[in-house]
């Protein structure tokens, strides 16, 4: 914006003496990128891509299903819709897992030019500590032992419907040994 005003300054009000001192300001340069790839039992949001299959319905609207997730399942307008409604139906399905205590459905390769849906970053923090947990075979119960925690707030912490404190699923990990690492790219 101020480069504009001085150019305009210059050029339309003939005040060819005006500098801009912007002009001085050094850029920073730009920060390298982390490019590092996942060692032995790391997992990643991506662990969590489930590819879905969009049917459009003669009425109208899109039906979404999940190839992987059988109980996930909904529908939207367009596809925008059907898409966002996806994750939602994705999670919901996904908790009854967490809910039973079952291990986690893992999603399958998309297809070329298939689209996948992941649910939300806190929930894949979430989704992530429980894999990890019943991969080693450790039950609630004794993670509410390591954490000096009450077995409700292990509950909650896997409650998928529950806005848990990033801090809390971070200290869970750390009990199981893993870390969480947040990425934005």
Known sequence: MFFHLFKVAKTEWGMESISNPMEAV??????????????????????????????????????????????????????????????????????????????????????????TVRPSALECAKLGVYRAMTEQGIRKTELARRLGWHLPQVDRLFDLRHASRLDQIEAAARALGRHIDVRVV
Do not use: C, W
């Open 26 to 115: 050094r850029k920073p340069k730009a920060a390298k990128e982390r490019n590092r790839r996942l060692i032995d039992d790391e997992m990643s949001m991506d662990d969590f891509d489930f590819p879905v299959t969009l049917e459009p319905q003669p009425e109208g609207g899109f039906v979404v299903t999940f190839p992987d997730v059988p109980e996930a399942i909904t529908q939207g307008e367009d596809e925008d819709e059907a898409l966002l409604y996806a994750v939602d139906a994705l999670e919901t399905a996904l908790s009854f897992y967490v809910d039973g205590r079952a291990p986690l459905p893992a999603p399958s390769a998309p297809e070329p030019g298939q689209l």
